[in-house]
């Protein structure tokens, strides 16, 4: 009797597989151990180990028994779920639209402008990595990490079929988690103590119901006549706040919150592990990525703060915190928090959270809007 199939899958195993076992390892690490972003990681890292065993049953593999290709379940979903429709980024944005209350933002609309000016490390990056001599599909891939929204991030280089997908996401997903290690860091780079203990006193005004089921209307609209590409990332982003804010459907809205939230975030974890294959993912250029992915971080926090000041020069009578112009990139609440903490760590009678908060669920309309502006600019060059 032949036993040699019972090693025959050890003895395959490449170096660079060993090296993806090493780097699952690492984010089931992460997500388990430090709590980095765990519904993304902790996944994306198991489903790295599964793609990258020899044989492995999870991607379509030739059977020898049956004579044909057997489907593997995570290439499946992967080929269902992302390549043919991009339906997974797409509906977690349902979620994530049902979970954000833009109340303080409409209270103070000119924090807008925050969520606008903390996009500039997605260009900014984009021409870094066509001069470091990446494909301009590839470079405007790259540069949407800098959105700290990872479902955006996945969607774009998905479909600009961008040959870096894994890489994109995994540096996506990490460095959302790691805002609160990178963003003070940023943010002290350009701003003084003086800077961060400015107090900002918060008045609510009233936002009507009317206000709050206009709103997300509205934002679908203009930005479908901005930039057409959007339609699909900030329309099911603000079809699911509808469904906050209408007041008749909160069953739907607790279910898009949680349920649709937790299962899809599960299934895009592990899904997107396909991309993570040992051939496409252990290349030097992975390296690159991860590094143009903090750069592009830290540029959206330092533009975010030098844009508030150069604000603050304008409107004397009502001045920023700068800090809260770091706000404005899309990891929401994390970067919220960070403000708040940076603030009290300069004046403990100085509180930010909800100027913050608002210039954060900017910085999140903010960045579908960009990555809808990116496929429409980049998607017919190249």
Known sequence: MDLSFLWRGLTSVTWQQLVMYAIGGLLIYLAIEK??????????????????????????????????????????????????????????????????????????PKLFLCGAAAQAGIFLTIIIAAALGFDIKDAASIGIIGAADGPTSILVSQ???????????????????????????????????????????????????????????????????????????????????????????????????????????????????FSMRADQFVRPETLMIMALGLVAFVLDSVVGVLFVKALNLFTPGSKINPMVGAAGISAFPMSSRVIEKLGQEADSQNHLLMHAIAANVSGQIASVVAGGVVLQYFANMG
């Open 35 to 108: 709590g980095f972003e765990p519904a993304l990681l902790m996944p994306m890292g198991f489903g790295a180990i599964l793609v990258n065993l020899p044989l492995s049953g999870v991607i379509n593999q030739f059977n020898a028994a049956i004579g044909a290709e057997a489907p593997g379940i995570i290439q499946w979903l992967f080929e269902v779920g992302i390549e043919a429709s991009e339906a997974m980024p797409i509906l977690l944005f349902i979620g994530i639209g049902a979970m954000i209350d833009f109340g303080p933002l409409l209270a103070n």
């Open 159 to 273: 479909m600009l079929h961008s040959k870096y997908v894994g890489a994109i996401a995994v540096a996506a997903y990490s460095y959302m988690a790691l805002v609160p290690i990178i963003q003070p860091f940023a943010i002290k780079l350009v701003t003084t103590q003086k800077d961060r203990a400015m107090k900002m006193p918060y008045r609510p005004q009233g936002v009507t119901r009317r206000m709050r089921i206009l709103f997300p209307i509205l934002v679908t609209v203009i930005a479908g006549l901005v930039a057409p590409a959007s339609v699909a990332l900030v329309g099911f982003l603000m079809f699911g706040n509808l469904i906050r804010e209408c007041g008749v459907l909160s069953t739907l809205s607790h279910t898009a919150q949680n349920e649709l939230a937790n299962l899809i975030t599960l299934l895009l974890g592990i899904t997107i592990s």
